[in-house]
């Protein structure tokens, strides 16, 4: 086996293969601008290379590689060979073996699989211990010969402070995770993980797997993560782009369905029905509602003649496309198209020759009477029907879906002069996407990533289905985690709702991230969150967990604060949103601003977030600022990666005074 030198050696051979392959790539690209062939076909060849070239002179620095693979001498395809595992390949010189190993590729799985009992024809498996890039250490477990025990390298990567933004888990990898990631992309996946069990890395990785595996097919499809907020998206920003993915679209689903300007907020009854499902069918009536019936001959110019369809094939043509289900839009073309072609038939049958110049003219001519019939409209514009309340003799859409309670709480108090006036809130986003659903249909994509889906809605959901429903889904959340007013209570109901209800559940209930005590904290809030999930074991018995009375809340957080600035790492002041400004003032009067080490954060944008230190401040004012209060306590006690301070000047809530 190799030594520590000749490792340190090897480190430098992939420097070189690094730097070749970035000097192929540019190559390529002046080659490229040469090779013959059709304007379609350069284009595309061009921005593959210049992606290529531009994609590993952005890569991020980092340890070319994490382990080391060396097979035994039983029978099989890998016999005998050694293989460095990194988180992208390194070519070898000449098309020769790889330098490194992508973790992705199948023989890489071993690493994350093999073990004692079955060793998979590894013989030895080695970790790396790095500082920045300079290799330190490795350790063996020697599989062949039945030697497993815990690795003090994987451990330490565990428990690594955090500093910044979300890492990757390339090197950390555990069993169950690496079967999730490397589910199939034809695979609806649920992943149900309490606080630190790694399901977002694991959602974040089987999207790089995805790509790696399914390239061509999810290039022309794309592939979507969809986040909870901003501040989530910043932190997870750094991980696909570590492990050599750049062009994976991430956002919020607001953003996502940000066609109006959100100016207005709604009053929670208010928000409450407009994110119910029963909305669906509101607009779908209020949509469908618009087309008539025939009731008249349709007369076509066509210079000095007139073609004439009469109303009972009219009737025909509206209630047959009407029965087809087809989106707005497409049904209101199928029906141009099919008195078009009953004119076509006429002029046939009289001699004439229709050509497509002709057919294009009777087209629009057909306009005006379609637009009685079957009316062209925004999803603005029904929306704004159906916010304003019924009209005049008008049926009314939400009758018998809504109580009158609910169609009151739905309508505007003081509806808008017209649809430019309105101002829309960030729930009518989700209602003029189903409208716009409905229309037309939106663009799909090949997987779909939705993390923290728990608090996702009814309505929300079907935006989410709408953009998978030829793809596949990965659905990450915790159900004990669940903040929204809407916020799931089983999974099977989100994963309908969603468009898969054959989704597959599973559970991961190992925590990497939060040491045991606090997760033996947070466990004694479970019973009183009324979802059924299986309580966290911990993976470290490392960490800190102080609960301590206080006479006065900014000074014990300063204190708190000036104490957790000994330790290395990230600190995360967690507190009610109403708390917050006294509390940033408090520490700020001290010297202690905000920065890259130190947040102050409301409890209802810390989700998805982790600090190495935590102090959360008066967990009774957290549970009461919301229905849900006790479910975003959750959330907050296990943000702490290392260590949690829990500061209280009134009783704890009874669950935690146990």
């Known amino acids: 086996m190799a030594t520590l030198d000749e490792e340190r050696a090897y480190v430098e051979r992939c420097k070189d293969g690094l730097r070749r392959m970035l000097k192929d790539a540019r190559d390529n690209v002046i080659v490229g601008e040469t090779v013959a062939g059709d304007r379609y076909s350069a284009e595309r060849l061009g921005r593959h290379l210049k992606s290529l070239a531009k994609e590993l002179s952005e890569a991020p620095e980092g340890p070319p590689f994490f382990g080391r693979l060396d097979f035994g001498h039983d029978p099989g395809e890998h016999r005998g060979r050694a293989y460095h595992i990194g988180r992208r390949h390194i070519a070898g010189e000449h098309g020769g073996t790889p330098v490194v190993v992508d973790w992705r590729a199948p023989v890489a799985r071993a690493f994350y699989r093999a073990s004692a009992r079955d060793p998979q024809g590894v013989a030895v498996r080695r970790r790396f211990g790095w500082s920045g ?24 990567e565990i428990e690594r402070p955090r500093v910044g933004p979300m890492r990757d888990i390339v090197a950390t990898i555990q069993p169950e995770q690496d079967d999730l990631v490397r589910a199939g992309l034809d695979t609806s996946l649920c992943v149900q993980g309490a606080p630190g069990t790694g399901k977002t890395a694991v959602g974040l990785h089987r999207a790089a797997y995805l790509l790696y595996a399914h390239r061509r097919r999810l290039e022309r499809s794309g592939v979507l993560v969809l986040g909870p907020n901003r501040a989530f998206l910043g932190y997870i920003s750094a991980v696909l782009p570590a492990l050599g993915e750049m062009d994976v679209e991430q956002t919020t689903l607001e953003r996502l369905l940000a066609t109006v300007p959100v100016t207005a907020a709604d009053a929670p009854a208010t928000a409450a029905v407009k994110h119910d499902v029963r909305m669906a069918e509101v607009l779908r009536k209020a949509l469908y509602g618009r087309i008539g019936k025939p009731v008249e001959p349709v007369a076509v110019p066509d210079g000095s003649y007139r073609w004439r369809v009469y109303e009972d094939e009219l009737r025909r043509i509206v209630d047959d496309t009407r029965r087809a289900s087809l989106p707005y839009a497409v049904g209101r073309e199928r029906v141009r198209a ?34 009685t019939v079957w009316p062209a409209v925004k999803p603005v ?24 309670a609910e169609r009151e709480a739905l309508t505007w108090a003081r509806p808008p002069r017209s649809v430019k006036t309105a101002k829309w809130s960030a729930a009518d986003l989700v209602l003029l996407d189903e409208v716009a659903g409905l229309i037309d249909r939106p663009r ?8 923290e889906a728990q608090d996702l809605s009814p309505m929300e959901c079907r935006a989410v289905a709408r953009r998978s429903e030829h793809g596949s889904l990965t659905v990450l959340g915790d159900l004990a985690q669940g903040t929204t007013p809407w916020a799931a209570t089983s999974w099977e109901d989100r994963l309908a709702h969603l468009g898969k209800p054959d989704g597959q559940v599973v559970a991961l209930t190992t925590g990497f991230r939060v040491p045991a005590a606090v997760v033996d904290l947070a466990n004694r809030l479970l019973a009183a969150l009324e979802v059924r999930v299986p309580e966290t074991r911990s993976y470290r018995s490392d960490g800190r967990l102080r609960v301590t009375p206080v006479t006065g809340l900014g000074k014990g957080v300063v204190a708190a604060v000036r104490e957790a600035m000994t330790f290395e790492g990230s600190i995360g002041v967690i507190a009610a949103d109403a708390d917050v400004p006294a509390l940033t003032a408090a520490l700020r009067d001290e010297g202690l601003d905000e920065d890259e080490r130190l947040s102050v954060m409301p409890a209802t944008l810390c989700k998805g977030l982790e600090y190495d230190h935590v102090v959360v401040a008066e967990p009774a004012a957290i549970a009461e600022a919301e229905r849900r209060g006790l479910n975003r306590l959750y959330v907050a006690l296990t943000r702490a990666v290392s260590r949690l301070d829990v500061l209280h000047a009134r009783p704890l809530p009874r669950q935690l005074a146990a």
């Open 133 to 156: 890039t300079t290799l330190t250490s490795f350790e063996d477990e020697r599989l062949g010969q039945g030697e497993q025990g815990e690795s003090r390298i994987l451990a330490a």
């Open 338 to 371: 099919r008195v078009v072609e009953a004119v076509r038939r006429q002029a046939e049958s009289r001699g004439a020759i229709p050509n497509a110049a002709w057919l294009r003219k009777i087209g629009r001519a057909v306009t005006t009477w379609l637009d």
């Open 381 to 404: 514009q029904v929306l704004y029907e159906v916010l304003r309340g019924p009209t005049g003799d008008a049926p009314d859409p939400a009758r018998g879906l809504l109580t009158d």
């Open 444 to 451: 799909g994509y090949g997987h779909v990533i939705v993390d």
